[in-house]
C-alpha cells in the first residue's frame, strides 16, 4: 500500500461512492497531491487520511442508519397506535360529524372537551358507535322538546291575544 491512493481507490476502502470522496476532498477531510504529468493529470490522495475519512464515515453511517431505524420504529408504533382500541365497533372524527350532522373539527372540540366519549390512541380520535347514537338520539330528542316548547309558547301568546 503506497502512501498515495485513487479516488476509486478510496472509495472502495472508505466503502462509499467517489462522489462521497470528491465532497470530502473539498470539505478538506481527505488530504490531496496536486496532479503532475507523470501521474497523467490526475490528483490523489493520502491513504492515511483516506483510512480515517473511512472510520468518521463509518461511523457517521451507522449513526443515521440507527437514527432511521428508531424513525421507523417510532412511525410503526405510531401506526398501530391509531386503530380503535378494542373489539366495540368504533367510527372516526368523519363518519361521526356525518350521524351527528356537525363538522369534522366540532366533533374534534366535543371529544377534547369531553363532551363526547372518544379515544385518542395516537393522533387520531375514535368513537364507540353506540356512544354516537346515544349522543345522536339524545340531541335529537332536545330539538324535539325546543320545538314542542316554541309551538306551546306560540300558542299560549295567540290565546292570550284572542286568537
Known amino acids: 500500500m503506497g502512501p498515495w491512493i485513487s479516488y476509486v481507490e478510496a472509495a472502495s476502502r472508505v466503502g462509499c461512492t467517489r462522489h462521497n470522496i470528491?465532497?470530502?476532498?473539498?470539505?478538506?477531510?481527505?488530504?490531496?497531491?496536486?496532479?503532475t504529468r507523470t501521474r497523467g493529470g490526475r490528483a490523489s490522495l493520502s491513504a492515511a487520511s483516506v483510512a480515517q475519512f473511512a472510520a468518521i464515515w463509518q461511523a457517521e453511517q451507522a449513526?443515521?442508519?440507527a437514527g432511521r431505524a428508531a424513525r421507523e420504529a417510532r412511525a410503526a408504533a405510531a401506526r398501530t397506535r391509531r386503530d380503535p382500541p378494542d373489539d366495540d365497533v368504533w367510527l372516526d372524527v368523519a363518519t361521526?360529524?356525518?350521524?351527528?350532522?356537525?363538522?369534522?373539527?366540532?366533533?374534534?372540540?366535543?371529544?377534547?372537551?369531553?363532551?363526547?366519549?372518544?379515544?385518542?390512541?395516537g393522533d387520531r380520535w375514535w368513537f364507540r358507535r353506540i356512544d354516537v347514537e346515544q349522543l345522536d338520539a339524545a340531541r335529537a330528542f332536545m330539538r324535539i322538546q325546543a320545538a314542542s316548547r316554541s309551538r306551546r309558547s306560540s300558542h299560549t301568546k295567540t290565546d292570550r291575544h284572542g286568537g
Open 63 to 65: 449513526e443515521a442508519a
Open 22 to 35: 470528491e465532497d470530502a476532498v473539498k470539505a478538506g477531510r481527505i488530504e490531496t497531491r496536486n496532479p
Open 96 to 121: 361521526t360529524a356525518l350521524i351527528l350532522g356537525v363538522g369534522r373539527s366540532y366533533v374534534r372540540q366535543l371529544a377534547a372537551a369531553g363532551r363526547i366519549p372518544a379515544q385518542r390512541p
